[in-house]
C-alpha cells in the first residue's frame, strides 16, 4: 500500500498518520503501561483520531516555540504516549529529530551529541538532569516530558497550550530528499555515526518493510525496540508498549511479555535474537502456545536456528518467523524465514558455511565485492565476485542513506557511487551469494582474523564450535598485527561450570577444531564469564574488546 502524502510534491512521514486517522479513526493506535498495582500491569489507550489530535497540537506548538523546519532535536523520551506524539509532531513541524542509545555511555554520548549540535532537546526529566550534570548542550530550547526542575523551557502540557495560538496545518510541506531525521548507530564495531535519512528513506522503509512481510491495518504489534515501534501508526497497526527497559533486552521479564501478549492478542513480535531467545527458552518450559501470534520479526544480529525452532513451537500452524538483514544506513536489505532455515540450510550452517540471511528484498540491488580496508569511490576497477566467493556486500535501493552527519571521511569509506550516480553502501560485512540466490553472511569484515596463509571469518568459524550441547556462543579472535595473526576462541558457556568439566569441554571443542579445515589453526582457547554485547539489541558480540581481554589473559 502507497503512503498518501499531504501533496504530490511534497514528502513528509507524518503523513501517513494523517492518513490512518482518516481511516481508522476511532481505533486504538496505542496501548501504553501506566505503572503496576497489586502484581498488575496497567495500561491505558488512545485512539489513532487523538493520537494524531494530540502531535498536531505539540506540532503547532514547536512551530510557535521556533522548533520547526530544519531545526536539529535531540529526543530522549521513553517509550510511551509522548515518545509517539512527540516524535510525529517534530516531523510535522519539519524539524529534525536526533536519536542517540543512551546506553552507550555518558562520554560517547557527549560526543554524539556534540557531533549533532543540537538546536532544542526533547526528553524525560532524568534526561535534562544528565544534560545539566554532565554538560551534554549548551543552553537550547527546551521541552521536558514531566516535572521541570529549576532548567527552563516547556513542559510538553505548555507546549500544548502555546500550540493553541497556531491555527495553521501542522504538517510541513517537506520535500523527499529533506532531512527527515539523524540516527546514530549503536556503534557496535567503532564509534557511533549519525546516519542522515530523508523523508523518502522512511516512506520506503514502510513500503518495503509491509511488501515483505505482509503487515497489515489493524494487526497488534509488541515492538521490544522503541525506534522500530515508529513505524506501526504508518503501518496501521495498533503497538502495544511492553514493560521493560529497552536498553537491555537480554533481561526483559518473560512472564510479562507473554502475560501482554495475550491481553492484548498480539500478531506481530518485533525484538532482538537475545530477547527472543529468552522469551522462547521461557515458553519451551512452561510449554506456553500464542494463538494470536502470526508473525515474528528479529533484527540486530543473525538469530540461532534453536531460537527459531523454540519459537515456532509456540507458534500456530502459518505463523512466521523472519530474521531481517541490514543495518541503520540500510533497511531492509535481504530477509529470510523459519520456514527456510530446514535442516539442510541448518547443517550448512553447522560446518561452516556461514549464516542464511535470505533473499535481497525488492527492489534493493546486492553486490558482493573483494574485502579492503580502503575506499572504493567508484566500482571502476572492481570486480563483482561470482556466486559462492565471499567478499564484502554492498547494497542499493530505495533505503540506502547517502551520508554520515558531520563525517565526510567515513561516508567516503562507507559508499560508492556508480556510473549511473546510484550510490551504494558497503555493509562491512562479508558473504556470498549461494547458486539458488540465497545471500550468506560471514561475519563482520573489521572483525576477520588474517593469518599468513588464510582468513577467518567470525560466523562461519564460530557455528561450527556453537553446536557443542554446553556452549551458549563462542568469538573468534585475532591476535597480533593482520597478515600474521594468531587465532584464539573464547568460550562463553551455558552455564557456570566446574574446572574439571571446563577442561572436558576444551578438550572437546579442540578436537572440533581438528576435524575441519578452516579451524584446524584455533589452538588458543579461553573461557570468558560473559560476551560484551552491544547496547541496542544485546546481541552484536564486542570482538575488539574480547581480543584485547584475550591478549591480556594469554600475556
Same mark, same amino acid.
Given at each position: ?117 543540537? @538546536? ?57 530528499? @529533506? ?290 550441547? @554446553? ?85
Amino acid at each position: 500500500m502507497k503512503l498518501e502524502l499531504q501533496q504530490p510534491e511534497s514528502c513528509n512521514i507524518a503523513a501517513a498518520l494523517v492518513s490512518q486517522a482518516d481511516r481508522q479513526g476511532s481505533n486504538i493506535a496505542l496501548h501504553y503501561p501506566t505503572g503496576k498495582r497489586s502484581g498488575q500491569l496497567q495500561y491505558a489507550s488512545i485512539s489513532y483520531a487523538d493520537l494524531n489530535e494530540l502531535s498536531d497540537g505539540y506540532a503547532r506548538g514547536f512551530i510557535e516555540y521556533g522548533i520547526g523546519r530544519g531545526t536539529r532535536t535531540a529526543l530522549m523520551l521513553t517509550p510511551g504516549l509522548d515518545f509517539f506524539a512527540l516524535f510525529f509532531a517534530l516531523f510535522k513541524a519539519g524539524a529534525i529529530p536526533v536519536l542517540i542509545d543512551p546506553g552507550i555511555g555518558t562520554r560517547p554520548l557527549k560526543t554524539c551529541l556534540a557531533e549533532a549540535s543540537p @538546536e532544542a532537546f526533547i526528553g524525560v526529566t532524568r534526561a535534562h538532569v544528565a544534560r545539566k550534570v554532565l554538560g551534554w548542550v549548551p543552553e537550547v530550547k527546551l521541552v521536558t516530558s514531566g516535572p521541570r526542575l529549576g532548567w527552563g523551557g516547556l513542559s510538553t502540557r505548555q507546549l500544548l497550550k502555546l500550540g493553541q495560538k497556531n491555527s495553521a496545518v501542522a504538517l510541513a510541506a517537506t520535500q523527499a530528499d @529533506e532531512i527527515a531525521a539523524i540516527l546514530f548507530t549503536s556503534g557496535s564495531t567503532g564509534i557511533p555515526k549519525g546516519v542522515v535519512y530523508r523523508h523518502r528513506h522512511f516512506v520506503a522503509q514502510v513500503e518495503m518493510l509491509q511488501a515483505a512481510f505482509d503487515i497489515r491495518e489493524g494487526e497488534v504489534d509488541l515492538p521490544t525496540f522503541p525506534p522500530f515501534a515508529l513505524f506501526d501508526p504508518a503501518m496501521g497497526m495498533t503497538t502495544v508498549v511492553p514493560f521493560m527497559d529497552p536498553t537491555r533486552p537480554a533481561k526483559a521479564d518473560p512472564r510479562l511479555l507473554v502475560q501482554t501478549i495475550e491481553r492484548f492478542s498480539v500478531s506481530n513480535i518485533f525484538g532482538s535474537p537475545a530477547l527472543l531467545n529468552v522469551l522462547g527458552r521461557y515458553m519451551e518450559a512452561e510449554k506456553i502456545h500464542l494463538p494470536s501470534v502470526r508473525r515474528v520479526i528479529s533484527a540486530g544480529a543473525a538469530m540461532p536456528v534453536s531460537t527459531v525452532r523454540r519459537l515456532q513451537a509456540a507458534l500456530p500452524t502459518g505463523a512466521e518467523i523472519f530474521t531481517p538483514y541490514g543495518a541503520t544506513e540500510c533497511l531492509p536489505v535481504a530477509s529470510v524465514s523459519g520456514t527456510e532455515l530446514n535442516r539442510e540450510v541448518e547443517q550448512r550452517t553447522a560446518s561452516g558455511e556461514g549464516t542464511c540471511v535470505g533473499r535481497p528484498v525488492a527492489p534493493n540491488k546486492i553486490r558482493i565485492i573483494p574485502v579492503t580496508d580502503t575506499e572504493v569511490a567508484t566500482f571502476e576497477g572492481s570486480v563483482e565476485l561470482p556466486v559462492g566467493i565471499t567478499g564484502e556486500i554492498v547494497v542499493h535501493g530505495p533505503t540506502t542513506t547517502d551520508t554520515y552527519w558531520q563525517h565526510p571521511d567515513k561516508t567516503q569509506l562507507a559508499k560508492i557511487t556508480d556510473t549511473d550516480g546510484l550510490v551504494w553502501h558497503r555493509m562491512g560485512d562479508a558473504g556470498y551469494f549461494d547458486t539458488h540466490g540465497y545471500l550468506w553472511y560471514c561475519g563482520r569484515t573489521s572483525q576477520r582474523v588474517r593469518m599468513a596463509d588464510q582468513v577467518l571469518y567470525a560466523d562461519q568459524v564460530e557455528a561450527i564450535f556453537n553446536t557443542h550441547p @554446553e556452549v551458549f556462543r563462542t568469538a573468534v579472535v585475532g591476535l597480533g598485527e593482520a597478515g600474521c595473526q594468531q587465532p584464539v576462541l573464547c568460550v562463553e558457556l551455558l552455564v557456570k561450570a566446574s574446572r574439571q568439566r571446563r577442561e572436558r569441554i576444551r578438550t572437546d571443542l579442540l578436537q572440533i577444531a581438528r576435524n575441519h579445515a578452516a579451524t584446524t589453526a584455533i589452538q588458543q582457547l579461553i573461557f570468558h564469564k560473559s560476551f560484551p554485547v552491544d547496547i541496542r539489541h544485546n546481541a552484536k558480540i564486542g570482538r575488539e574488546k574480547l581480543a584485547r581481554w584475550a591478549e591480556k589473559q594469554l600475556a
